[in-house]
């Protein structure tokens, strides 16, 4: 399991702090022969920096169930979270409840992806409100599940939390979490744009050849959620020439239809601008 933590920062350099926080969690869980025990944990920063990419490769590094929680979906005041009492028609067991009683760990790894995002019909009922309790480990050890009705141990729980901004949480769920500021250094991404371009030729069977320093360099304007979506439609414009390597114009191509059609200079999206190694250099 440490060795693939400490893999993570191949494929997440930008995360290197927080995979190292959970190192030393493993590495004083292996010295002292005791559970791993993580505290509650948020990764903070701008849209499209991976930070559900990283979760999600996070709980395949500790090898544990997982399931996202996408806080912006939630209109009620957290019944995805403690479920829902027999009283009413829906009622089912929430999600904490489902993953300890029917999965396998004690401690899957739950995320809660844009949690500062929660839209209930009832602003006096958020669910936020539950999370003081599943957050806190000393009540997360007597979790009261609406459905199920019994005390549920939930104090082993890795919570994962991600978000763009902390400004609309209350101060009393920032204090409960460890806060990890995130952003991506221009010289790491390289690293991360051959990841991410990894990834898409995994999920196409792994037909394509690597591309040319040249490429990369040609694609750094965009962030990593666009990146993600580029290398894949590019992968197209190669197969319909007949070809497993990729060249500038599938990627113009791709910039093209991610652009709406538009005409023109590719648009520079996201934490760094549109300038190419050459240009700084010959700066």
């Not at 009620?76 to 009622?91: E, N, Q």
């Not at 919570?159 to 009393?172: C, G, I, M, Q, V």
């Not at 020439?241 to 060249?247: E, F, M, V």
């Amino acid at each position: 399991m440490l060795e693939r933590l400490k893999a993570l920062d191949v494929i997440c350099p930008q995360f290197a702090a927080v995979t190292a926080w959970v190192v030393r969690a493993g590495m004083l869980s292996h010295g002292t022969n005791t559970p791993l025990r993580l505290d509650p944990a948020v990764v903070v920063g701008t849209p499209g920096v991976g930070k559900t990419f990283y979760a999600r490769k996070l709980a395949e590094a500790l090898a544990v169930p997982s399931e996202v929680i996408a806080m912006n979906l939630m209109t009620d005041r957290g019944s995805t979270f403690s479920g829902l009492s027999p009283v009413w028609k829906a009622s089912a067991p929430g999600k904490v409840a489902k993953m300890l009683i029917e999965g396998s760990h004690a401690c899957p790894l739950i995320v809660i992806d844009e949690i500062e995002k929660a839209s209930p019909i009832n602003p006096n009922e958020t669910p936020i409100q539950v999370l003081h309790s599943l957050l806190e480990s000393e009540n997360a050890a007597c979790f009261l599940d609406e459905f199920v009705d019994l005390p549920i141990r939930a104090d082993h729980i890795f919570w994962f939390a991600t978000a763009n901004s902390l400004d609309p949480l209350p101060p009393s769920i920032v204090d409960r979490l460890i806060v990890f500021q995130v952003e991506t250094k221009e010289a790491e991404m390289v690293a991360i744009q051959q990841s991410i371009f990894h990834q898409a030729n995994l999920r196409a069977g792994g037909a394509f050849a690597e591309p040319p320093p040249a490429l990369f360099e040609a694609t750094e304007g965009h962030n990593l959620r666009t990146l993600s979506r580029l290398w894949t439609i590019a992968m197209g414009f190669a197969c319909e020439a007949g070809r497993r390597n990729l060249i500038d114009a599938d990627i113009r191509g791709a910039e093209q239809i991610l652009q709406g059609g538009k005409e023109g200079v590719k648009r520079p999206i996201g934490f760094i601008r549109s300038v190419s190694r050459s240009e700084r250099a010959a700066e």
